[in-house]
């Protein structure tokens, strides 16, 4: 069974600063997807990146970028000019999609919240 | 489109109640999960569908039980309440590879069991 890690229960960072989040996973698939999920106060879950595995180029989507490291299966993000919108809790997650055998179900790392001081 | 919508918003239970969490979509995603949010634990799934008329359990499958008659609607029956069953809970849905694996996921219920 595939699981994710994320060893950083707690981090904060000042307005307009870069941050990076690690997410380790463990799995013996080689092609899946990986994720980051942002729940904000409001609880909702907010799709931030998704990589796919076969890809080796980073995926990025305007200030977040991944560091994608397929042999030592870490999936980090970094989130550059911080925003106060920003304070939440990310959640990094991996899925072996249907296609690929797999169930398209979502395995979630336990989190990360994550502070934007002014 | 509304997107995922899911009722109750909240909802308190005694012990031994039985309740049902609704979950409906309207963007035709033939794929939908429920998960539960505890503490420090992430999300964990309950059960899933890859279709109508297809469910099967995940990893915290124990107490509650699924049915998809339609595409549209999953809901997710709690059979006994328990305190342990106390959590929010979160439908999903997707397109799948059509949608770029994205999952949709509902604003949640808060339940409470006493």
């Known amino acids: 069974a595939q699981t994710v890690t994320q060893s950083q229960p707690e981090m904060s960072v000042q307005e307009a600063e870069t941050v990076t989040l690690s997410c380790t996973y463990d799995?013996?698939?080689?092609?899946?997807?990986l994720f980051w999920y942002k729940q904000p106060p409001s609880r909702q879950m907010i799709l931030v990146i998704r990589?796919?595995?076969?890809?080796?180029q980073n995926a990025t989507e305007n200030r977040f970028s991944v560091n994608f490291q397929k042999a030592a299966k870490s999936f980090s993000l970094k989130i550059s000019d911080s925003q106060l919108g920003d304070t939440a809790m990310y959640f990094c997650a991996f899925m072996k999609p249907l296609t690929q055998g797999g169930s398209e179900k979502l395995v979630f790392g336990k989190g990360t919240k994550l502070t934007v001081n002014p | 489109n509304a997107g995922v919508t899911q009722t109750p918003k909240f909802q308190v239970l005694k012990t031994g109640q039985s309740m049902t969490l609704q979950c409906a979509q309207d963007m035709n995603h033939e794929y939908m999960s429920w998960y539960r949010q505890d503490p420090g634990m992430g999300l964990r799934l309950i059960h899933y569908s890859v279709g109508a008329g297809i469910t099967d359990q995940g990893e915290v499958p124990n107490g509650y039980n699924v049915s998809r008659s339609t595409t549209e609607d999953f809901p997710l029956r709690l059979l006994s309440a328990a305190p342990s069953q106390t959590s929010v809970y979160f439908c999903?849905?997707?397109?799948?590879?059509?949608?770029?694996?994205?999952?949709?996921f509902g604003p949640g219920t808060r339940l409470t069991v006493t």
């Open positions: 999903a849905s997707s397109h799948g590879l059509a949608g770029g694996r994205e999952q949709y």
């Open positions: 799995t013996s698939e080689n092609n899946y997807y």
């Open positions: 990589q796919e595995a076969y890809k080796q």
